[in-house]
């Protein structure tokens, strides 16, 4: 196997903020030659796909500023520190949606930039909900919703859900259903 990896020389945190730092590594190349890496360090996240228990799944509009628009997603937010990706999958179902869940079941996980961040994204279904109150950040506006399941996953296929970790959660869901229940063919 060819020697891929790059080695460390040195680093400056560029920025560091709220949520997001920014990093400037100096490397060297597999080849030995020298050059600049620049990335994004996030705490990483979580998205949920919260089931209902006639098989309906909940939804959230959200406007995302770096974007300008309202995005159709999966309840999910950021990793806090010391926080375990299941607890924080189950703080954010609460906070966003006012659901608690009985049972997390673990997906995968997605690296949405690998390019630019090292951020990941832990996938999980969630079942056995039961409505609380909803408690959400005071910089946090959602409009909550639920469709059935397959109307969610064709959502994705029309191009009306392009959240990235959204795409994933819910289609790695359908396989995941598909192969439980030995169906064969394409989507």
């Not at 040195?10 to 730092?21: M, N, R």
């Not at 439980?180 to 989507?187: A, P, R």
Request: glycine share 8%.
């Amino acid at each position: 196997m060819t020697l891929l990896t790059e080695e460390k020389i040195s680093g400056i945190l560029v920025y560091d903020g709220c949520l997001l730092k920014v990093h400037r590594d100096e490397v060297k190349l597999p080849n030995g030659k020298i050059s600049i890496r620049e990335y994004i360090h996030h705490p990483g996240a979580v998205v949920v796909l919260p089931f209902l228990e006639e098989g309906d799944v909940i939804l959230e509009r959200q406007f995302r500023y770096p974007a300008s628009q309202v995005f159709i997603e999966c309840p999910a937010g950021k990793i806090d520190p010391g926080e375990s990706p299941e607890e924080t999958a189950r703080r954010e179902l609460l906070e966003e949606t006012g659901y608690t869940c009985r049972e997390l079941r673990y997906l995968g996980k997605t690296h949405p930039g690998i390019g630019y961040t090292d951020e990941i994204i832990y996938l999980y279904e969630g079942y056995g909900l039961s409505l609380q109150e909803v408690n959400r950040d005071d910089d946090e506006f959602l409009e909550i919703f639920h469709v059935p399941f397959e109307e969610a996953r064709q959502m994705v296929l029309r191009g009306e859900i392009t959240d990235a970790k959204s795409v994933a959660a819910i289609l790695l869901s359908y396989e995941n259903r598909r192969s439980e229940s030995g169906i064969q063919g394409e989507y």
